[in-house]
Protein backbone atom coordinates (compact mmCIF):
# COMPACT_ATOMS: atom_id res chain seq x y z
CA UNK A 1 0.00 0.00 0.00
CA UNK A 2 0.89 3.42 -0.10
CA UNK A 3 3.46 5.08 2.39
CA UNK A 4 3.93 8.14 4.22
CA UNK A 5 4.07 11.01 1.37
CA UNK A 6 5.90 14.38 1.91
CA UNK A 7 5.53 17.58 0.20
CA UNK A 8 7.30 19.46 -1.21
CA UNK A 9 10.35 17.37 -1.65
CA UNK A 10 12.90 20.59 -1.78
CA UNK A 11 11.96 23.96 -0.35
CA UNK A 12 14.25 26.84 -0.79
CA UNK A 13 13.24 30.32 0.79
CA UNK A 14 14.63 33.66 2.12
CA UNK A 15 15.05 33.87 5.61
CA UNK A 16 12.16 35.61 7.65
CA UNK A 17 9.26 33.99 4.91
CA UNK A 18 6.88 31.19 6.19
CA UNK A 19 6.94 28.03 4.87
CA UNK A 20 4.34 25.00 5.18
CA UNK A 21 5.87 21.40 5.00
CA UNK A 22 2.45 18.64 4.58
CA UNK A 23 2.41 15.37 5.48
CA UNK A 24 -0.12 12.53 4.56
CA UNK A 25 -0.08 9.44 6.49
CA UNK A 26 -0.46 5.65 6.04
CA UNK A 27 -4.16 5.33 5.45
CA UNK A 28 -5.12 4.16 9.07
CA UNK A 29 -2.59 5.10 11.37
CA UNK A 30 -3.88 7.00 14.02
CA UNK A 31 -0.82 8.58 15.15
CA UNK A 32 1.72 11.11 13.59
CA UNK A 33 5.31 12.55 14.24
CA UNK A 34 7.31 15.02 13.12
CA UNK A 35 11.19 14.88 13.18
CA UNK A 36 13.90 17.18 12.06
CA UNK A 37 17.64 15.93 10.95
CA UNK A 38 19.97 18.51 10.62
CA UNK A 39 23.53 17.74 9.10
CA UNK A 40 25.83 15.57 11.20
CA UNK A 41 22.85 15.41 13.91
CA UNK A 42 20.45 12.64 14.79
CA UNK A 43 17.01 12.58 14.21
CA UNK A 44 15.12 14.89 16.96
CA UNK A 45 11.47 15.19 17.65
CA UNK A 46 9.50 17.97 17.12
CA UNK A 47 5.71 17.11 17.33
CA UNK A 48 3.52 13.93 18.11
CA UNK A 49 -0.55 13.46 17.27
CA UNK A 50 -2.59 10.64 18.21
CA UNK A 51 -6.26 10.65 17.50
CA UNK A 52 -8.32 13.69 18.94
CA UNK A 53 -5.74 13.80 21.68
CA UNK A 54 -4.22 17.18 22.51
CA UNK A 55 -0.52 17.19 20.41
CA UNK A 56 2.96 16.68 22.35
CA UNK A 57 4.51 20.17 21.07
CA UNK A 58 7.30 19.57 23.45
CA UNK A 59 10.29 19.27 20.77
CA UNK A 60 9.20 22.30 18.77
CA UNK A 61 12.54 24.65 19.02
CA UNK A 62 10.52 27.59 19.13
CA UNK A 63 7.31 29.54 18.94
CA UNK A 64 8.08 30.12 15.51
CA UNK A 65 6.88 26.42 15.05
CA UNK A 66 3.38 25.34 14.98
CA UNK A 67 1.77 22.18 13.35
CA UNK A 68 -1.75 21.12 13.01
CA UNK A 69 -3.33 17.65 12.08
CA UNK A 70 -7.01 18.13 10.11
CA UNK A 71 -9.30 15.26 10.45
CA UNK A 72 -7.07 12.47 11.83
CA UNK A 73 -5.07 12.85 9.06
CA UNK A 74 -2.81 15.22 7.00
CA UNK A 75 -0.37 17.41 9.01
CA UNK A 76 1.13 20.57 8.27
CA UNK A 77 3.90 21.92 10.17
CA UNK A 78 4.59 25.84 9.71
CA UNK A 79 7.61 27.74 10.42
CA UNK A 80 7.63 31.33 10.75
CA UNK A 81 10.21 34.23 9.93
CA UNK A 82 12.26 31.72 9.05
CA UNK A 83 15.35 31.40 10.07
CA UNK A 84 18.79 30.03 8.40
CA UNK A 85 19.32 27.64 11.38
CA UNK A 86 15.81 25.79 10.14
CA UNK A 87 17.91 24.50 7.07
CA UNK A 88 17.36 20.69 7.70
CA UNK A 89 15.32 17.83 6.04
CA UNK A 90 11.82 17.52 8.24
CA UNK A 91 10.50 14.16 8.19
CA UNK A 92 6.81 12.79 9.19
CA UNK A 93 6.25 9.22 10.41
CA UNK A 94 2.84 7.70 10.83
CA UNK A 95 2.29 4.56 13.30
CA UNK A 96 -1.17 2.80 13.77
CA UNK A 97 -1.65 3.80 17.16
CA UNK A 98 1.62 5.33 19.32
CA UNK A 99 3.37 3.27 22.21
CA UNK A 100 5.69 1.04 20.42
CA UNK A 101 4.31 1.07 17.39
CA UNK A 102 6.83 0.92 14.47
CA UNK A 103 6.79 4.38 12.86
CA UNK A 104 7.27 4.83 9.64
CA UNK A 105 8.73 7.48 7.50
CA UNK A 106 8.16 9.51 4.72
CA UNK A 107 10.95 10.49 2.25
CA UNK A 108 10.96 14.14 3.80
CA UNK A 109 11.21 17.70 2.99
CA UNK A 110 14.37 19.33 2.45
CA UNK A 111 14.52 23.28 3.77
CA UNK A 112 17.29 25.40 2.49
CA UNK A 113 16.72 28.81 4.13
CA UNK A 114 19.19 31.49 2.56
CA UNK B 1 17.76 12.38 29.43
CA UNK B 2 17.76 9.41 26.99
CA UNK B 3 20.95 8.86 25.16
CA UNK B 4 22.33 6.70 21.94
CA UNK B 5 25.97 6.48 20.63
CA UNK B 6 26.37 4.77 17.41
CA UNK B 7 30.18 3.59 16.24
CA UNK B 8 31.70 4.12 14.24
CA UNK B 9 30.49 6.93 12.42
CA UNK B 10 31.72 5.34 9.09
CA UNK B 11 32.75 1.98 8.00
CA UNK B 12 33.86 1.09 4.72
CA UNK B 13 34.18 -3.03 3.78
CA UNK B 14 34.84 -4.73 0.83
CA UNK B 15 32.09 -7.12 -0.22
CA UNK B 16 31.78 -9.85 1.01
CA UNK B 17 33.69 -8.83 4.53
CA UNK B 18 31.49 -9.51 7.35
CA UNK B 19 31.75 -6.82 10.35
CA UNK B 20 29.34 -4.79 13.14
CA UNK B 21 27.85 -2.20 13.97
CA UNK B 22 27.61 -0.78 17.65
CA UNK B 23 24.24 1.18 19.17
CA UNK B 24 24.94 2.02 22.93
CA UNK B 25 22.24 3.51 25.08
CA UNK B 26 21.10 4.79 28.03
CA UNK B 27 17.53 4.70 28.91
CA UNK B 28 15.22 4.82 31.42
CA UNK B 29 13.82 1.87 30.89
CA UNK B 30 13.56 0.47 27.19
CA UNK B 31 10.49 -0.21 25.62
CA UNK B 32 11.99 -0.69 22.35
CA UNK B 33 14.98 -0.74 20.33
CA UNK B 34 14.54 0.23 17.13
CA UNK B 35 16.98 0.00 13.23
CA UNK B 36 16.23 1.80 10.62
CA UNK B 37 18.32 1.93 6.89
CA UNK B 38 18.43 5.52 5.44
CA UNK B 39 19.10 5.70 1.77
CA UNK B 40 20.77 9.36 0.59
CA UNK B 41 17.80 11.31 -0.16
CA UNK B 42 15.26 9.28 1.75
CA UNK B 43 13.73 9.21 4.91
CA UNK B 44 14.53 6.11 7.26
CA UNK B 45 13.61 2.57 6.30
CA UNK B 46 12.22 0.25 9.37
CA UNK B 47 14.52 -2.95 9.86
CA UNK B 48 13.75 -4.42 13.19
CA UNK B 49 12.56 -3.88 16.50
CA UNK B 50 13.97 -5.52 19.74
CA UNK B 51 12.19 -5.47 23.00
CA UNK B 52 14.29 -7.74 25.62
CA UNK B 53 17.58 -8.62 26.49
CA UNK B 54 18.93 -11.32 24.79
CA UNK B 55 16.88 -11.18 21.69
CA UNK B 56 17.60 -11.78 17.87
CA UNK B 57 16.10 -10.86 14.39
CA UNK B 58 17.35 -11.61 11.40
CA UNK B 59 16.70 -10.60 7.74
CA UNK B 60 18.86 -11.66 4.86
CA UNK B 61 22.35 -10.26 5.51
CA UNK B 62 21.36 -8.66 8.88
CA UNK B 63 21.38 -9.79 12.19
CA UNK B 64 20.25 -7.47 15.11
CA UNK B 65 21.09 -8.67 18.51
CA UNK B 66 20.50 -6.98 22.03
CA UNK B 67 22.03 -6.61 25.56
CA UNK B 68 21.12 -4.19 28.85
CA UNK B 69 23.61 -1.56 27.63
CA UNK B 70 24.08 -2.41 23.47
CA UNK B 71 22.73 -3.38 20.33
CA UNK B 72 24.80 -4.59 17.33
CA UNK B 73 23.83 -4.69 13.86
CA UNK B 74 25.96 -7.89 12.49
CA UNK B 75 26.29 -8.23 8.78
CA UNK B 76 27.16 -11.08 6.93
CA UNK B 77 29.10 -10.87 3.70
CA UNK B 78 27.57 -7.63 2.47
CA UNK B 79 27.02 -6.61 -0.94
CA UNK B 80 27.00 -2.49 -2.13
CA UNK B 81 23.41 -2.74 -1.87
CA UNK B 82 23.77 -2.77 1.81
CA UNK B 83 25.69 0.56 1.44
CA UNK B 84 23.58 2.80 3.45
CA UNK B 85 23.38 4.54 6.82
CA UNK B 86 22.21 2.66 9.44
CA UNK B 87 20.18 4.18 12.25
CA UNK B 88 19.56 3.01 15.81
CA UNK B 89 16.58 4.64 18.03
CA UNK B 90 15.49 3.93 21.55
CA UNK B 91 11.87 4.10 23.17
CA UNK B 92 11.66 4.77 26.92
CA UNK B 93 9.33 2.85 29.04
CA UNK B 94 8.55 5.75 31.56
CA UNK B 95 7.73 8.96 31.34
CA UNK B 96 4.64 10.23 29.53
CA UNK B 97 5.73 10.59 26.03
CA UNK B 98 7.06 6.92 25.32
CA UNK B 99 5.95 7.36 22.26
CA UNK B 100 9.11 9.29 20.85
CA UNK B 101 12.18 7.90 19.60
CA UNK B 102 15.83 8.95 20.57
CA UNK B 103 18.12 8.76 17.64
CA UNK B 104 21.51 8.01 17.25
CA UNK B 105 23.75 10.14 14.57
CA UNK B 106 24.05 6.67 12.47
CA UNK B 107 26.99 4.70 10.68
CA UNK B 108 27.35 5.26 6.95
CA UNK B 109 28.01 2.02 5.71
CA UNK B 110 29.76 2.21 2.02
CA UNK B 111 30.17 -1.63 0.45
CA UNK B 112 32.50 -1.39 -2.34
CA UNK B 113 32.79 -4.58 -4.71
Known amino acids: GAGVSQSPSNKVTEKGKDVELRCDPI?????LYWYRQSLGQGLEFLIYFQGNSAPDKSGLPSDRFSAERTGGSVSTLTIQRTQQEDSAVYLCASSLTGDTDTQYFGPGTRLTVL | EDQVTQSPEALRLQEGESSSLNCSYTVSGLRGLFWYRQDPGKGPEFLFTLYSAGEEKEKERLKATLTKKESFLHITAPKPEDSATYLC??????????????FGKGTLLTVNP
Open chain 2, 89 to 102: AVQAASGGSNYKLT
Open chain 1, 27 to 31: SGHTA
